[in-house]
């Protein structure tokens, strides 16, 4: 194998929007243990805290204790995608502040709720020094994997970043962009409806092949500082829901955009798995299953003792399997299978 194997709207504040095999992934991830010798306090996670992405405010968690109350704000870009990996894109330009509702410390964890009374989600905070914590939202009965959060001084005054794509592409990389940009949505409409109708799929796969292989042909496998990583991640995206010959011409120059770190390796992961697995061979990362009278059953894996490992040094979400099938299988159960379709759940 080679190196790399080596290797819409949210409930709160945000929409996490991955889709790969048209489902979304998220889960659960098991936190280090806090390096606080003694169990914190609500007024020790008082404060303001703020997640980094490209050296860039992406969240910005303020929490304030006032008569043994916590209150405060989380904010958040109204939208972005996070691919498996845990790798950010599309983020917009706007974000929203939502209030934070109630806070308690369980087992020296914080648990709050945020955003509207009525639509709130659930976070845990985990201090792991004075100054750095780790972030989940739970989803369900699972928790996304975790974000790492610097407490900063309250007179910053920390805002959520505006400037997420400041760079100048070329006029012809701009519209490469735009049009990625409307395939995917259109991609993703058919793939979140319920219920999910393989004809339709297989209709707007179809019309993307042509624009694909022009790409393809164009640039190979796009590169990340040629067309941004939003564009790069979409277009994998559109390439996973195609049909097995046109993957299996373009996994080599994937693969080397990988080593090259040109493409994500999550990405990466997931393509091959596909491969793999439409060849008839086992899979590597798990990321592949089948719908089964409306139940997830992963597809056959290579090293299924080195799994959860694999998942885990990719930072693919959920690391556990198990959790990951628990995940999948409501996309099982809303799929429809009208037709063959090469991109099913």
């Not at 489902?23 to 303001?48: E, I, K």
């Not at 916590?70 to 939208?79: E, F, Q, V």
């Not at 997420?164 to 006029?171: G, H, I, L, Q, R």
């Amino acid at each position: 194998m080679n190196d790399v194997k080596r290797l819409r709207r949210p409930r709160v504040a945000f929409l996490l929007v991955f889709a790969t095999i048209s489902v979304l992934y998220f889960a659960t991830n098991v936190l280090a243990q806090p390096n606080a010798p003694d169990t914190p306090s609500l007024q020790d996670y008082a404060g303001t805290w703020v997640l980094k992405v490209d050296g860039k405010n992406f969240c910005v968690l303020r929490l304030e204790l006032a008569n043994g109350r916590l209150t405060g704000s989380l904010s958040t870009p109204d939208h972005f995608q996070m691919d498996p990996g845990g790798q950010f894109s599309n983020i917009s330009s706007t974000h929203r502040e939502n209030p934070i509702l109630e806070g308690s410390v369980v087992d020296g964890d914080l648990q709050f709720k945020a955003g509207l009374a009525s639509d709130s989600t659930d976070f845990l905070l985990r201090l792991t020094d004075h100054d750095h914590a780790q972030f989940q939202m739970r989803l369900g009965a699972n928790l996304t994997s975790p974000w790492n959060l610097l407490r900063v001084s309250d007179s910053e005054k920390a805002t959520v970043a505006s400037n997420w794509d400041a760079k100048e592409y070329p006029k012809e990389i701009v519209a490469l962009r735009s049009e990625l940009d409307e395939m995917i949505k259109e991609d993703q409409a058919v793939r979140t409806e319920v219920p999910i109708v393989a004809s339709k799929m297989r209709q707007v796969d179809q019309r993307n092949y042509p624009e694909l292989v022009r790409i393809y042909e164009k640039y190979k496998w796009p590169p990340i500082s040629v067309v941004g990583g939003t564009a790069a991640h979409n277009y994998w995206l559109l390439v996973q829901h195609q049909e097995l010959e046109f993957q299996q011409r373009v996994l080599p120059d994937m693969q080397r955009a990988t080593d090259a770190g040109e493409a994500s390796k999550a990405d990466y992961a997931y393509l091959y798995d596909r491969v793999m697995t439409r060849e008839g061979k086992p899979q590597h990362w798990g990321s592949q299953v089948e719908c089964k009278d409306g139940k997830a059953v992963l597809a056959p894996v290579d090293d299924p003792a080195g799994l959860d490992q694999r998942r885990k040094d990719l930072q693919l979400m959920p690391v556990a399997i198990d959790d990951y099938l628990k995940l999948v299988a409501p996309m099982c159960s809303n799929f429809a299978h009208d037709a063959p379709a090469p991109g099913t759940p």
